[in-house]
């Protein structure tokens, strides 16, 4: 039993920008940990489930306007509200592969014009990823890969914002994957490192907090 082990889980977050591969990569990297038998659940922020995560989705579908630090609080309560039960989980010997996180929280709102350090303060105290796994896809690339939905944040303009204030979050628990590398390549690099940070993390790398 991991709990009387006292191994824990990975906290491993996927980023980058919109038609990054962040989400079928994220799939694909829990189906794979689930077969080698690793207790791992796949969650994405935001969270639409919860009534925050609700008023998040009208905002993204423009059913509804908000002010700009505004909304950036509801994200980072939406991270918040989960936190009790990812550290449980965590604790618990489970793995939680995460399709965006607080530096979506951060690089978004910055890229409106607020400032990084008053975006940063609420994300202060969440858990902080064992592993980022960044998927570097060009803003230009990423806009060719077609399929931009009609939410509020896709559109290539915006997304060149974003994606320089990604790289200035950049910090010792990222590794940047080439998200233009062949599928299988890209799933091979997210799995060795995986497997790599999950070893980490059940030899005792203790769980720490953002901001790092
Ligand atoms: P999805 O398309 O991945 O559901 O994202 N976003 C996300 C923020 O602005 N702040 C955040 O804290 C998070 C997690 C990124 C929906 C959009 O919401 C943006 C894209």
Redesign the pocket.
Known sequence: NSQLLGSRGSLIVLEGL?RSG??SQSAKLVSYLKSEGISVESW???D?STSVGQM?SAY?ANETQLDDRT??LL??A??WEKRSLMESKLRNGTSLVI????Y??VA??AAKGLDTEWCKAPEVGLIAPDLVIFLDVSPERAAERGGYGT???EHLEFQRKVAQHYANLQDASWKVIDGCLPVEDVENQIRELALNCLAKCRAGKPLTNLWL
């Open positions: 919109d962040k989400t994405r922020f935001p639409r998040i993204l909304i950036h994200f980072s939406n991270r399709d965006r996180y607080s979506s929280g978004f709102s939410e509020r944040y």
